[in-house]
């Protein structure tokens, strides 16, 4: 349904001259729906956000306690009846959440101060609206809020969001604010805050939450284009012990400023003979720092302007990959690709000054400083995707911003799930460090690579950390000591992997042969007599009673169970599968986990296991690598097989068409990787699996000129299978390519066939991981 | 009590070849005794403080319910039995009250994490202490804990506190911080907090709390002489909805750090073989500033050199007076001079960067900010006397830091009541506005005038701040809008009156006019029929019942009834005396008023009302100039006679030796000027009022290197009266001096006498205020 309004609007522009070919394809930037993921598990919002922006300005259309908060997780869910306003910040498919900072609520007649009920038309200041009308392009979204028939339309640049309220003829003209509205709300979350009205007419203020980084302080400041008629102050606060003396002004409307923990303000312009615009800009750093974001970009209110700014953006950063393919999976690919390039997002003020893990200022020197690290899915396929297509700056200022962190880390050590500046000790392990070494490994070097080595050594070896002490004690992480043992066993020896391979890389050998020793770790989780990866206790045993299915937060495995996170050993594949006891008892293995009978399971306990294929997981991260893991036993057509089963069940162009959270854009860097036909399997290697492409062409335009193609020659429906592989004319008989390959430029073609081809690289010298050394 | 230690100290200090006039007379230094105004009203705090000091480290005896905080405003009381701990923040004899940030608590063997009963020794970390061995001297103060038999001695520079604990042999040494801990607590005061610990050892955090001043947030850096062998740090808060994810460390000794609500902190140091030295130094501004801070007085740890700073610049600070005069009253005098000499302190870091009222960090360009401004009590004399015995860089850095207070204000205006660079709008009137004018008429000029006479205006046209608007609109402030609106109408016309006198000596003609008319609103106020200053109401009427003897907050009055009120007219006393009838009826009136029968009046439930002589209060401002009236009413000798009624009864160098609160110094400042013979009754004037001196002799070390010398002959018990008075060896036959004459160094010589000498300034032309022009 999005995708045909965003079809029709783009025939409607191209309709006067436009050539046949513009009928049958439209731009990378009209492919793009942004309501996809907005139902079901995504996550994702609809809103308006420039490329990695610091802003993302969103309808939110409910507020729920905090016990039903996940589905609301990005402030809008396409299936709700009502909008309760316009928020600045959001997260682009995460799980737990937190933001919606600064919510903006257009009105006429008289304000409304409390939400109201959904199923009571006028009893808040919330308003029906219908999807009729409703727009979301990038960097563009537009709705019409039934009740009070504003339009209202936003756009946002990278640190300022703008609000275009078109009013009804005659009506007076409002702005409600409402600093008490939160994602992930709780009472007393809202741990203190501000509003302050100049002469001028520009609003300031800030709050601080208690949510999911403690204390998280956000400025704001917010201009009109029109003169406000009247403005009034409200604390919605009542009873508390002790609220101070009185501040000047007798009345709501008398007040330049209030403080407090339930504040809201109305901003009132009478009848007006044109849109109302507001401006606003956010900091992490000051008020006054607000207000220079707040120029940042542009010194007026010209909405067109700053919309048409921001669409360029997107259209150069889409550019990085043409894609041919029908409309559904264009539209799904080059979505994904949009979701993939918001975040980590600038969090550095226009002056350079950020907030840190620290919760100090500080002032990036030759670098803008990126916030929003939801590494434990992230490092997986987003950021090896931004490492490929993004410039090599966006990848250096990322990886300083790591660098940075942890340099004012009070651990002494780099984020985990960092945002806002801020961290969260969100999920597991310590992947910073593959991120970096990723990078780095890929020829990103506009950093202090010492200090990352620094960083990433002191983040490996941080005893108090999701305990470390005992895993470099015992070799594994003791599940009677810490929850999750398993699962941090292997994620931390994998990460420790990367260092050796950075390290070897910088002639550091030392270090690296400490870390490919614990990099050997995984093997002291491994129960040869299961064939899973199980929790020990710090006597040695497993502990029992062990069930594979089972999930529960706090058990052995961290959102998932022993089917998914027995193949989390990225580093060394080819030891995993002879522990498992070799090709086939792996491939059978893999195919009991896609085709395991889970109508018997209930995991409605467990809010991230969504999209299940038998015990195979894609809504979660623990599966992502799991289907390209047949290439390894030499079963690449498996591989091919089970990519079409994933993708045709877990992705449609629709509100509900991610099986999952999109988790800041890995469930979309999956698409975008796996559409292309390879996949990062493992961080670090520098190589690439080779799947199966989705898409009959797509050109790679890689930051640094050169131009890397892949044709799908043949693809259809009725052939889903790999027949030949060729690069650069030249048959590839292997099954992985390097990144030196894809940088270089040249072409990748693949003749898809009905049958599977069970000769091609099936040999164990032709299967990726052969020539990356585990230990060299 | 304190006193004889004092003097003991004194003298054990000059034994060795000491003088005889050694013995007969203490230094000015050893004649201070901080603990006079701990008990009682005084509110006075005996810890260790520099002068205009940022930390005025303390120790906390008890903290009461909200509703009992009152008398724990300085945190210590003289008469309370145990000590909690040492914080490093206190108000110096405030009202209202704040402060008592970071505590530590000096312990040994198990630390208790709560403070426990007071008659339940060992119930918690509180610890009784006796009186005998605890000294207090300007920058020293010294304790031992009788309960861990900790000695425990502070002192303080200006911008760090240390503490020395010496602990009992062999047992180990502890400190517990309590960031809870607050003077005027009550439940969720403190909206969050932090605390960290680095691996060298060294302590930061922070807290905001929700206090006097909303949102104040105050950053600490703390580091010990000694290696922790261990700490722990606690959140003691239960059942909170949401407290975040877990941070790294299982227990609370693996912990380096910890956000929340009610945070403590226990350090171990194991047996030492020395004193453990704490040092502390705090910021408005952030941690990094606090860590600055500490070291900006001193790289180490030696406790004694620091004493010996601070007891320098304290002896160069009395030094402004060199008074003879017996035992008594020349420790209540120099005590006096100490307490006049702690506010407004220097808030300030050390790179010159402060927080202002709009809670941002500004950078002090050429000055160094002060805040902690009490100007509702302080624009009477204690600005006054620090404006004349203050180096005038001490008074410029006060007046730029009120505006640049305007400039960074959201309402525009200057500080009401300011500390810790916040505004807490507490009292009434700007009068901000008449210390400025004052210090600019008397030739303090090392600020932008314009821009003090603009901030001056702009305070004074800000309609929102306490009925301005109606006042310029009616002439008064109506009391059925605005409570206590006849204090406010008669104190906005008198610093009205200042704001024309500072543009008449600038040459704004028009500004000194319009001020010049609001100056005599007053007499709208004005009841011709009863003779009291009374509250009207909107439509002009006097609002009735009206009973001059009540006092209730939000009344007619401030803190007052009419009999206090009615007398503050400073600016315009030839015309109130007219308006009451003349000098006979005024004379008649001052009379009753001290001698008023008060036995059936009781003002219980009034905080601030202490100190009674009929209904003169000396214990709170409103009173302060009014016995120096009946030099206006040609009866100068019934002044002397009031001053000696005054002295005795509510000035005593005891703990309870204060009448009323200190009120950062208003109520010394008093007794200093009262003591040297004059009094500046109409800051703004260049006057000051001759009573009667109570030393015998005092020698003003004035700033710019001049000598002005008061003198007393035949001063005694028996000779109360002046008999004749002479400046420079001439004949003073008026009742006031003029500024210009005592700035010019010289000699004001008393005779006095057995008798009242009625004919001495009692002509109109020699009374204050004749040839200082109401309206030039």
């Known amino acids: ?209 208690r949510g999911w980084a403690p204390g998280r302080k956000l400025f704001f400041a917010l201009r009109f284009n029109r003169k406000m008629t009247a403005h009034a102050l409200y604390d919605r606060e009542e009873g508390i012990p002790y609220k101070g003396f009185r501040q000047p002004g007798r009345t709501p409307a008398d007040k330049a400023q209030l403080e407090g923990r339930a504040l809201e303000a109305v901003f009132e312009f009478g009848p007006l003979d044109g849109p109302l615009i507001a401006k606003v800009a956010i900091s992490a750093v000051s008020e006054d720092n607000a207000l220079l974001n707040l120029q940042s970009e542009q010194a007026g209110f010209d909405f067109d302007a700053l919309r048409a700014q921001t669409r360029r953006a997107w259209e150069q950063a889409l550019s990085a990959v043409d894609i041919t393919a029908p409309a559904p999976m264009r539209t799904s690919v080059y979505t994904a690709l949009y979701h993939s390039l918001i975040a980590p997002g600038v969090f550095a003020d226009a002056d350079g000054r950020y907030r840190g893990p620290d919760d100090q200022v500080h002032a990036a020197e030759g670098f803008t400083f990126h916030s929003t690290f939801s590494l434990w899915d992230t490092f997986r396929a987003e950021h090896p995707l931004l490492t490929l297509i993004q410039p090599p700056q966006r990848n250096n200022d990322i990886i300083r911003s790591l660098i940075a962190s942890r340099k004012h880390s009070p651990h002494g050590i780099l984020p985990v799930w960092q945002f806002h ?31 990352a080595l620094d960083a990433m050594v002191q983040s490996a070896t941080y005893a108090p950390y999701g305990g470390l002490g005992d895993y470099m004690a015992l070799g594994y992480v003791p599940i009677d000591k810490e929850p999750e043992a398993a699962s941090k066993t292997v994620e931390y020896a994998y990460d420790d992997w990367t260092i050796a391979r950075m390290a070897r890389a910088m ?35 497993f502990r029992t009673p062990f069930d594979p299915t089972a999930i529960n937060y706090g058990s052995d495995y961290t959102e998932g169970n022993a089917w998914q996170y027995s193949w989390f050993v990225p580093q060394d594949l080819g030891g995993l599968i002879a522990a498992m006891g070799g090709d086939e008892a792996v491939v059978k293995k893999l195919d009991a986990m896609f085709e395991y009978d889970n109508s018997k399971l209930d995991y ?64 979309s860097a999956w698409l975008v990787f796996t559409s292309l036909g390879f996949y990062p399997v493992t961080p670090g290697s520098n190589e690439y699996v080779i799947g199966r492409p989705f898409v009959e062409r797509a050109v790679l335009n890689l930051p640094r000129g050169k131009r890397f193609t892949v044709t799908a020659e043949g693809l259809s429906e009725a052939h ?57």
């Open 507 to 541: 002639g550091k050998t030392d270090i690296a042969k400490t870390f490919e020793a614990r990099a050997a770790h995984w093997r002291n989780t491994f129960d040869a007599e299961t064939g899973f990866i199980r929790a020990r206790k710090a006597d040695g045993a």
């Open 604 to 667: 409605s306990h467990a809010e991230d296991i969504a999209g299940l294929i038998g015990q195979y997981i894609h809504g979660n991260e623990p599966s992502h690598h799991v289907a390209y893991l047949y290439n390894y036993a030499g079963a690449p057509w498996r591989t091919q097989a089970r990519l079409k089963q994933i993708v045709d069940s877990q992705y449609k162009p629709t509100p509900d068409g991610l099986s999952g959270n999109d988790d800041l854009g890995q469930m």
């Open 421 to 451: 500046g801020l961290e969260t000790w969100t999920m597991i392990g310590y992947h910073s460090v593959p991120v970096i070494a990723d990078a780095y490994l890929k020829g990103i070097r506009g950093f202090d690579a010492q200090a």
């Open 720 to 776: 889903p299978y790999v027949g030949k592989v060729s690069l650069n004319g030249k048959p590839l008989t292997r099954g992985f390519l390097r990144h030196e390959e894809i940088v270089a430029g040249g072409e990748l073609r693949f003749v898809m066939q009905a049958e599977p081809n069970t000769s091609w690289a099936v040999k164990p010298a032709e299967r990726p991981m052969t020539t990356t050394p585990y230990a060299p």
């Open 1 to 209: 349904m999005r995708f045909e309004i965003g079809l029709s609007l783009a025939l409607c522009a191209m309709a006067p001259g436009g050539r046949v070919e513009a009928a049958e394809r439209t731009s990378a930037y009209d492919a793009v729906d942004p309501f996809i993921g907005t139902g079901g598990a995504g996550h994702t919002f609809p809103g308006a956000v420039a490329p990695f922006g610091m802003v993302q300005l969103s309808p939110d259309t409910d507020i729920r306690p905090f016990k039903q908060s996940y589905d609301w997780a990005a402030g809008y869910r396409h299936g709700d009846p009502t909008i309760l306003g316009f928020s600045h910040t959001h997260f682009s498919g995460a799980g737990h959440s937190d933001l919606g900072d600064v919510l903006l609520v257009p009105f006429t007649g008289e304000a409304r101060l409390d939400p109201g009920e959904v199923d009571q038309p006028g009893s808040g200041y919330r308003s029906r609206f219908s999807h009729d009308g409703e727009v979301s392009k990038p960097g563009y979204y537009a709705v019409t809020l039934s009740d009070s028939q504003v339009r209202a339309e936003l756009t946002a640049g990278v640190r300022t969001g703008m609000h275009r309220y078109a009013y009804p003829k005659g009506g007076s003209a409002g702005v409600l604010m409402d600093l008490r509205s939160s994602i992930y709300n709780y009472p007393g979350k809202v741990l203190w805050s501000r509003v302050r009205v100049a002469p001028d007419g520009t609003v300031t203020g800030f709050r601080q939450t």
